[in-house]
């Protein structure tokens, strides 16, 4: 990633100020960052521009001779400071129209970014699991504890006679996992989750299990050993219940909403005073005034992710960028704070719609316009 890649995508998105120019300018004029510029406007400023000037033979011939030029960019920005930001803009009108018009054979589209489902062993190293794979799943001295079949991992009924020793399961955005624990609890996780956990329950003490991110649980009955999920904000402690629990680090709610069982929730600055939810409510822990709210929902929406599906029901646009962030593994840009705080009612189907479907969709219905640079989402 280039250090000034956030001004760049802001001047693309006409909301660059001085400063941004500035910082820009003084970054292109050195000699050892001129093939990296020139490299990384081409590669990933696929850009759908309306070019309505009617001179475009003569902008196609200037960035041609821009392009011939042996003179440095230095030295054609020094001519003065009015210049250089023109030069900066008509170099990226130019490669932005023969871009759109497929002079580089290349068209906008999104390439969301390669990232791999891992899984860690307590003091091993990092393994990636292959999502179309079969193989064992192994302990520190070879014993096979388990198996992996696509995008599932399932751990054999045991239990551990020592310590307990815990694994990572880390799954990136736009991807889904399950597990199935030792004791036949099954964890759905959603993209940017993950979840550390026991390979093997201890008898006698509680099944704990620490979670990053969201995941749906459909807890085994134990009444002899409570489960409890442990995120940053909320311990939930539960026997035998199907839940859901949201717990993002940049959204500013824990949500937990409870399919079926009971559940206990408690605060790690207040575990005294535990609020116990009932079926069919949602429970919110503020982040950031450390309360927590419940209120009677529909949980079906809460859950349909697990489907591939996503429901959102009068939420900001601020919220909706950071979830199709999570599930399309692409990075929104939006500028628009005002637009950040509308609310929109919308149910998309992430696993068979693709992100500009999407996008169009919003364009469409609410006339969201927006521009695509490689797997990077411009909103104007």
Not at 26 to 47: C, G, L
Request: hydrophobic residues 35%; glycine residues 6%.
């Amino acid at each position: 990633m280039l250090k000034v890649e956030k001004e760049l995508i802001k001047f693309l998105n006409k909301s660059a100020d001085t400063q941004d120019l500035d910082i820009l300018h003084e970054w292109i004029q050195k000699p050892e960052n001129q093939e990296s510029f020139k490299d990384y406007v081409k590669t990933h400023f696929a850009i759908e521009l309306a070019m309505n000037d009617p001179e475009k033979d003569q902008i196609k011939e200037r960035l041609l001779q821009e392009i011939r030029k042996e003179k440095s960019i230095r030295y054609r920005f020094k001519k003065s400071p009015i210049f250089k930001y023109a030069a900066i803009s008509l170099l990226f009108l130019g490669i932005g129209y023969f871009l759109s018009n497929g002079f580089f054979g290349l068209q906008p589209h999104v390439v969301p970014k390669e990232d791999d489902v891992t899984l860690q062993l307590e003091g091993e190293t990092v393994k990636i699991i292959s999502e179309d794979g079969v193989s064992n799943v192994t302990d520190a001295s070879g014993k096979v504890i388990g198996t992996q079949k696509g995008d599932t991992l399932i751990y054999h009924d045991q239990n551990s006679k020592n310590n307990l020793v815990y694994s990572t399961l880390k799954v990136p955005f736009g991807k889904h996992f399950t597990v199935q624990l030792s004791d036949g609890t099954q964890v759905f996780l959603n993209s940017g989750s993950s979840l550390k956990y026991p390979i093997a329950f201890v008898p006698g003490e509680k099944r704990a299990v620490f979670l990053d991110g969201e995941a749906y649980f459909e807890v085994a009955h134990d009444a002899q050993h409570p489960f409890t999920v442990q995120s940053e904000s909320l311990e939930v402690a539960v026997l035998g219940t199907s839940f859901n629990l949201s717990n993002y680090p940049e959204e500013t709610d824990t949500e937990v909403v409870l399919l079926e069982g009971l559940v206990s929730l408690s605060t790690p600055t207040d575990s005294t005073q535990a609020v116990i939810l009932d079926p069919g409510f949602k429970a919110a822990y503020n982040k950031t005034d450390h309360q927590i709210s419940t209120k009677q929902v529909n949980t079906a929406s809460y859950i349909a992710w697990i489907n591939g599906s996503v429901v959102f029901r009068n939420e900001t646009f601020g919220n909706i960028i950071l979830k199709l962030e999570r599930m399309y593994n692409v990075e929104i840009f939006n500028s628009n704070e005002e637009l950040a705080k509308e609310t929109f009612t919308a149910t998309l189907e992430t696993d068979n719609d693709t992100i500009e479907e999407v996008l169009g969709y919003f364009n469409k219905v609410y006339r969201i316009e927006y521009t695509i640079i490689d797997n990077k989402i411009i909103i104007n």
